[in-house]
């Protein structure tokens, strides 16, 4: 089945604590995304990657850092995390002309 | 910069009925493509429908059609026959044209409408 896996599905940590959220896709997509979701602001983009080795920022990136060694992975990565970053986070990929595929979405507290 | 507005913070309909979730954008690009979104209290994302902004047809899937007026950038989304398992938030969003600088894939969101099925 084609999809975009997200790990963990909930989080809840401390403020500080370094975290890492995972984002896998079968699909051989090359364009992968991170985004944020806050009541009242929609989703906003964090982070975005055209392939591998090429990544680039989005519209909130301040906090946030990403990687993509391989085309299927792209883990987004919370080196201090502070509580304005609580919020549900989807890593999306595209194929074709409008195949956006989500993935199931992180619930990250930061306390 | 792209924009989606989306007017509506939360409407309510009743079972059977027909509802439209506005969805304005702006854009000074020819080349885009509108979609929208179902989130259910689960939290995924789920894809209804898109249209191209070439498209001359509006695009329909099963319930769900879109009212794709270019003069007036709006592209409402229509949903027949309300379902109780229709309640849920909707998002309208944009794509935004490829171009060699990056970000060419990027999708832009509005806030979301808030639907409430009610028997």
């Known amino acids: 089945e084609a999809q975009v896996t997200q790990n963990p599905r909930y989080l809840i940590t401390v403020t500080g604590k370094k975290l890492t959220v995972t984002c896998s896709q079968n699909m051989n997509h090359e364009y992968m995304s991170w985004y944020r979701q806050d009541p009242g602001l929609g989703l906003r983009q964090i982070y975005y990657s055209m392939n591998v080795e090429v990544t680039d920022k989005g519209d909130v990136p301040e906090g946030y850092k990403v990687s993509r060694k391989e085309k299927r992975n792209f883990p987004l990565i919370l080196e201090s995390p502070s509580p304005n970053q609580t919020s549900l986070y989807f890593c999306?990929?595209?194929?074709?002309?409008?195949?956006?595929?989500f993935g199931s979405g992180t619930r990250l507290t930061v306390v | 910069a792209q924009k989606i507005t989306q007017t509506q913070p939360g409407m309510f309909v009743q079972e059977k009925e027909a509802v439209t979730l506005d969805c304005t954008y702006d854009?000074?690009?020819?080349?885009?493509?509108l979609f929208w979104y179902k989130q259910p209290s689960s939290g995924e994302m789920i894809f209804l429908i898109y249209q191209g902004s070439y498209d001359e047809q509006n695009a329909t899937e099963g319930r769900y059609s879109l009212n794709f007026q270019k003069a007036r950038k709006s592209a409402n989304l229509v949903i027949s026959a309300s379902q109780l398992g229709d309640s849920a938030m909707y998002f309208c969003a944009m794509r935004e044209p490829y171009i060699l600088t990056g970000g060419g894939n990027k999708l832009t969101f509005g806030t979301g409408t808030q639907l409430k099925v009610e028997l």
């Open positions: 999306a990929s595209r194929g074709g002309d409008h195949g956006y595929t």
């Open positions: 854009t000074s690009d020819q080349s885009y493509g």
